[in-house]
Nanobody
Framework: QVQLVESGGGLVQAGGSLRLSCAAS????????MGWFRQAPGKEREFVAA????????YYADSVKGRFTISRDNAKNTVYLQMNSLKPEDTAVYYC?????????????????WGQGTQVTVSS
């Protein structure tokens, strides 16, 4: 069983930055591909970014490409999402997810474990 705990959300003005963290309680974190997803009120969950087990492959939604960066520290069992140039439309609950194989996926149904989420609110 893998437990994921997100942190780092909050309220920020448009143009600002936040860094989200997702800590995983698993001995073999380095074998897991990780992803970030978000869900805004009244909308479906959407893919944000993903990273392979080694960190060598990363994927981004077009809406965040060039503004967000996903990274991981396998020694700390943690994946990060650096969010710059935030926009009001980035407001959502952000979730991290894990799957024990693969290079990472844009599809939420391919992940086995999910965190509880952290709220990000961007004011205009």
């Amino acid at each position: 069983q893998v437990q994921l705990v997100e942190s780092g959300g909050g309220l920020v003005q448009a143009g600002g930055s936040l860094r989200l963290s997702c800590a995983a309680s698993v001995r073999t974190f380095s074998s897991y591909a990780m992803g970030w997803f978000r869900q805004a009120p009244g909308k479906e969950r959407e893919f944000v970014a993903a990273i392979s087990w080694s960190g060598g492959n990363t994927y981004y939604a077009d809406s965040v490409k060039g503004r967000f960066t996903i990274s991981r520290d396998n020694a700390k069992n943690t994946v990060y999402l650096q969010m710059n140039s935030l926009k009001p439309e980035d407001t959502a609950v952000y979730y991290c997810a894990a799957v024990d194989y693969g290079l990472g996926s844009t599809r939420g149904d391919e992940y086995d474990y999910w965190g509880q989420g952290t709220q990000v609110t961007v004011s205009s």
